[in-house]
């Protein structure tokens, strides 16, 4: 148990846990174009994952993978407005897309068991952002690419 006092909500309780799933996935950078509503999985929240919804602006460098990546605009990011993620930390949020759906499943398969009862906003710690805007998976950062 967290203690209250140690985590002021709205801040998501910081709980690591394991993702094989997101470095795993096949998805191209074409999946995606400049418009879209997106969300980065980031958690659960009372029993459903939960992310940062974005919208993409344009394809953008993803240094930390060095492959290609989109700018994103997050309406709630303040100081970080804008980041920019590679493709397999996206899903669709505006339209629903078969591939995007079957992570999203897999995700909930994976991550909703072991939270199952907590009503509190858990953040799994998959993401850093750099300071230089870059999105990166924990899996990124550690391939040492
Ligand atoms: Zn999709």
Redesign the pocket.
């Known amino acids: 148990m967290i203690p209250s006092s140690w985590t002021p909500p709205p801040t998501p309780a910081f709980a690591p846990t394991p993702d094989p799933l997101t470095p795993a996935r096949d ?1 191209t950078h074409q ?2 174009q400049a418009g ?1 509503q ?1 969300v980065v999985l980031k958690g659960v929240a009372g029993g459903e994952l939960w992310g940062d919804a974005m919208r993409i602006v344009a394809p953008s460098w993803h240094t930390p993978t060095d492959e290609d990546g989109w700018r994103l605009r997050d309406a709630t990011g303040g100081a970080q407005t804008y980041v920019t993620a590679h493709a397999r930390y ?3 949020l505006s ?7 079957i ?1 999203l499943r897999a995700l909930e398969d994976h991550l909703l068991p072991k939270y199952s009862g907590h009503d509190a906003l858990i953040d799994c710690g998959w993401y850093t952002t750099t300071a230089l805007g870059q999105l990166v998976h924990i899996a990124d950062t550690r391939s040492g690419r």
């Open positions: 998805i999946h995606f879209e997106v996206l899903v669709h339209r629903r897309c078969p591939d995007c759906l992570y």
